[in-house]
């Protein structure tokens, strides 16, 4: 608000008390995490200016010239764009929310922007989808009818194949975010990347009768770990080992560090490089095993929840067959 410092002292008393209101609204603008994560970025910026003797007055608002000086020492110690495309929009953002000229709106920063991704871009590292296959030797080697802490593995593996899940919507997910009907489960996804108003949406999952069925496996899961239809606990958590089994911990959802290490575990004697597998794995899968037969584009995607065709396609590694039919059908 330091761009309008002159009018807030001349407001009204009955005006003036709003203002506090008004910045926090502004903070709600963008997610929590975002907002730490640029205030952060701007504070770095803020102590490399004072260190080099630029002045209060030049930080906010800051001149265009030491910002691209300020970027360059970054692009020159980093190892990846992440650190630059940080700085640059932490900058934009603090200027932003004080309604200020930002110097992200110069060329020279801009071009220093673009140089940084350009000298630092490596090769994206996709990771292998996981194949119905896989998930078949997976369930036959894990399955124990009252072994908990394998049914846990598996729930979660195939949830995440067969919803299109993303590791942080499958890992919050809460037994209250289910209903099993005789078709089918709903599940309810509560916050979502794509999902930036937090409206929440809703994955149907087929009821298929097979020993893979994603909604016998989380039913049985269900009924092994004792939840409550209306229990609002994690469905996925820590496990203590005890002389009956296995039995929960606190109510919080297994980190990700822990649910790849339980992915590794898992699939590491079915594949011939797990390193080139991750959780992602899951989500890829099934979108991969769904394009290859063909499915709706518009089904698809929406029950992938993404945004975009291009974030979509992503997702997707083509079967040999499928790109074959492209230099079949050219006539030649």
């Not at 794509?194 to 496996?217: E, F, H, M, N």
């Not at 099934?286 to 065709?309: P, Q, V």
Request: include cysteine; aromatic fraction near 10%.
């Amino acid at each position: 608000m330091q761009s309008h410092m002159e009018e807030i002292q001349q407001l009204p008393e009955c005006l003036a008390g709003k203002i506090g209101a008004l910045t926090d609204l502004l903070d709600d603008s963008k997610a929590t995490n975002t907002v730490l994560k640029y205030s952060r970025g701007f504070m770095k910026w803020k102590r490399w200016a004072l260190a080099h003797d630029i002045s209060n007055r030049d930080i906010l608002p800051a001149k265009a010239l030491h910002v691209a000086l300020y970027l360059t020492g970054i692009i020159q110690d980093a190892n990846s764009p992440s650190p630059v495309i940080s700085a640059f929009y932490s900058i934009k953002w603090a200027h932003d929310m004080a309604d200020l000229s930002s110097p992200t709106n110069s060329s020279i920063v801009k071009n220093m922007l673009e140089s940084g991704k350009r000298k630092l871009a490596k090769p994206v590292g996709k990771k292998e989808p996981i194949t119905v296959e896989h998930l078949t030797k997976m369930y036959y080697s894990l399955h124990s009818a009252d072994n908990l802490y394998n049914q846990r593995t598996i729930c979660a593996c195939l949830l995440g194949f067969a919803g299109f899940l993303r590791s942080n919507e499958l890992l919050n997910l809460r037994r209250s975010d289910f209903q099993i009907l005789t078709t089918h489960m709903s599940i309810f996804i509560q916050k979502s990347k794509a999902d930036i108003y937090r409206d929440g949406s809703w994955v149907q999952v087929a009821r298929t009768l097979t020993d893979l069925c994603p909604v016998k496996i989380t039913e049985k899961y269900f009924t092994l770990a004792g939840f409550d239809v209306d229990s609002d606990e994690f469905i996925f958590r820590k496990l203590s080992k005890c002389k009956n089994g296995y039995h929960f911990r606190c109510n919080k959802p297994l980190s990700y560090t822990r649910m790849r290490e339980l992915f590794i575990e898992a699939f590491k004697p079915f594949v011939d490089d797990i390193s080139s597998y991750g959780l992602h794995s899951l989500r890829s899968g099934g979108a991969t095993a769904c394009a290859n037969l063909g499915i709706n584009d518009r089904l698809f995607k929406r029950h992938g929840r993404w945004k975009s065709e291009f974030a979509k396609d992503g997702y997707i590694k083509d079967n040999l067959s499928e790109r074959l039919i492209v230099s079949q059908n050219l006539g030649i």
